[in-house]
């Protein structure tokens, strides 16, 4: 799954007296309006049927007030998939702030793209409830750049774990000073080198690149 950026498609403090947006429901809406672009695939090798969901799959805005809409954009094989969302109510016919997704086969690579538009005064965080076959976790694929500004845990976390790595070669290259001899210190200058290119360019795409969707 990756959530792309949210941009905002209605200001709220801009609003004019002239101009109202009204929900389907004929509710005035008060707040921000975002857009926001989810797609969700399949990245396994065995197909996902619909008897294969124990829980419903579920994406939550958790700062939003309601959904509003939402808009397939995209997807692999629709004919075969057919995919379909859903906005939650509540028992008082009430725009809730989740959105559901089901299908009939989701086959290795299979996905949908789509839109969700929702009330909220901020960019809200996706959740992701569900199960299929037993397990209720979903592979986050967006780049950790963008988690890690999205989870400020995970970013402390991630943070301290590269400054340890850091400090850690660092005390093994100059612990080999005094008593190396500079043909050797060389040699093991250019491997630590070597080492460091090959790990900055898979750091980089995971950072700042993430995994690739299908559509």
Known sequence: ???????RIFDSSLSSPNLRVI??????????IYVA?????????VSIEQDDIRKPIRFEFV????????????????????????????????????????????DPNFGVKFNVIY???????????????????????????????????????????????ISILTNVLMSTLPSTKLKLLKWRLVFYILLFLGCASGVYFLIFRGIPAPL
């Open 1 to 7: 799954m990756v959530s792309e950026d949210t941009p």
């Open 23 to 32: 929900d389907f429901q004929g509710q005035e809406v008060e707040q921000n």
């Open 37 to 45: 672009t989810i797609t969700f695939w399949n990245a396994g090798n």
């Open 63 to 106: 700062e939003a007030e309601r959904v509003l809409d939402t808009a397939v954009l995209a997807a692999v094989h629709p004919e075969i998939g057919e995919y379909q969302l859903d906005i939650s109510q509540s028992e008082a016919n009430i725009l809730s702030n989740q959105v559901g997704l089901s299908w009939k086969y989701l």
């Open 119 to 165: 009330v909220s005064n901020q960019p809200s965080k996706v959740d992701i409830k569900g199960n299929i076959l037993g397990s209720d976790s979903f592979f986050d694929s967006r780049s950790i750049a963008k988690r890690l500004a999205d989870n400020t845990l995970l970013g402390v976390t991630f943070s301290t774990l590269f400054g340890v790595t």
